[in-house]
T-cell receptor, first 114, second 113 residues
């Protein structure tokens, strides 16, 4: 699985967009980018994933660069409840001994302040 | 709209006792996963079930740990002769098919005294 690099922490004002970057320069052609978050004392929460096209759902948008070596998770209007650790993961769509076994790196601690 | 549910939410047990943790996955999800998360640590994969295939038990830390799943529904994780190092939050997740898009329950916080 490709290694990902995220900033350890970020701040965002409530109501503003939170843009969380992730570098995955060794990503291969069949690997997807997934984003999860974990709010304190809760289980992880799936947010969004994509292969090469930008994706949007009710929670967030995912922008993947054309060379696929980096991506940005966008929370368009951050709220205090979005304060969490955000994890960027790169994984194949199927196969491999690690398939189905979710692991997180250090992630980015996003703090949304009033 | 039921998500993944787990019970109990908290369990305190004495060292040496057996415990059973329950997970009810999202209806229709064929894959079910168990993870462990120690305080301040990352996720530790334990086991997954996928349909009628043999479960992947490669993450179970010792033979004191076992898990069962009835069809595509409820799963129980059993820890025998609990030890203090078993104290952690045990998380269950499910997904439509085996993959990385997993939906987690709230977890069971296990404390072994």
């Amino acid at each position: 699985d490709a290694k990902t690099t995220q900033p350890p922490s970020m701040d965002c004002a409530e109501g503003r967009a939170a843009n969380l970057p992730c570098n995955h320069s060794t990503i291969s052609g069949n690997e997807y980018v997934y984003w999860y978050r974990q709010i304190h004392s809760q289980g992880p929460q799936y947010i969004i994933h994509g292969l090469k096209n930008n994706e949007t759902n009710e929670m967030a948008s995912l922008i993947i660069t054309e060379d696929r070596k980096s991506s940005t998770l966008i929370l368009p209007h951050a709220t205090l409840r979005d304060t969490a650790v955000y994890y960027c993961i790169v994984r194949t769509s199927a196969g491999g001994t690690s398939y189905g076994k979710l692991t997180f790196g250090q992630g980015t601690i996003l703090t949304v302040h009033p | 709209g039921a998500g993944v549910s787990q019970s109990p939410s908290n369990k305190v047990t004495e060292k040496g006792k057996d415990v059973e943790l329950r997970c009810d996955p999202i209806s229709g999800h064929t894959a079910l996963y168990w993870y462990r998360q120690r305080l301040g640590q990352g996720l530790e994969f334990l086991i997954y079930f996928q349909g009628n295939s043999a479960p992947d038990k490669s993450g179970l830390p010792s033979d004191r740990f076992s898990a069962e799943r009835t069809g595509e529904s409820v799963s129980t994780l059993t820890i025998q002769r609990t030890q203090q190092e078993d104290s952690a939050v045990y998380l269950c997740a499910s997904s439509w098919v085996l993959g990385i898009e997993q939906y987690f329950g709230p977890g069971t916080r296990l404390t072994v005294t």
